[in-house]
């Protein structure tokens, strides 16, 4: 048996979601549907898996930013439309990694890279980004690596 992509995973969630009558779980899994049918038509290609997971990671990295701004702006019931969203992205992007694997996965993308300071700072996130996308904020990667070549 062959894996389902995760398009068609997040199609099948999206049945579900009709036939038990989930209003709110419907409408954020059409929001991811709607972005990645956006893409292939502007793009005019078929998203992969890869592609599908940068799309969800910018999708939870945009709700992070929203739920900021609404609970700055006391707004609260904006920004639990926005949790809930999160919550249903989330359900297909892979488990988030610990603390302790980042740290591992930057330590050994540091050493790999041979980067002994900021200058290198773009070789080091090249080499991460791949391996830890929708399983980390890069925001925070990116600090983590700063921090280490500051």
């Not at 439309?81 to 330590?107: C, D, G, H, W, Y």
């Not at 300071?117 to 700063?146: N, T, Y």
């Amino acid at each position: 048996m062959t894996q389902q992509s995760l398009k068609v995973s997040i199609t099948e969630a999206m049945k579900d979601a009709m036939r038990n009558k989930a209003k709110e779980r419907l409408s954020a899994i059409r929001l991811i549907l709607a972005e990645i049918k956006r893409i292939e038509v502007d793009e005019r290609i078929e998203v992969d898996d890869t592609r599908v997971l940068s799309i969800l990671d910018k999708m939870n990295k945009q709700r992070r930013d929203s739920i900021n701004q609404f609970e700055a702006a006391g707004r609260n019931d904006l920004a639990a439309t926005e949790k809930a969203e999160m919550a249903v992205i989330a359900e297909f992007l892979p488990a988030a990694l610990s603390q302790e694997e980042l740290n591992e996965l930057i330590t050994g993308a540091i050493a790999d890279t041979g980067a002994d300071s900021m200058r290198d700072m773009g070789k080091v996130m090249g080499l991460l980004k791949p391996k830890l996308q929708g399983r980390a904020d890069m925001g925070a990667v990116s600090q983590a690596i700063k921090d280490r070549l500051g």
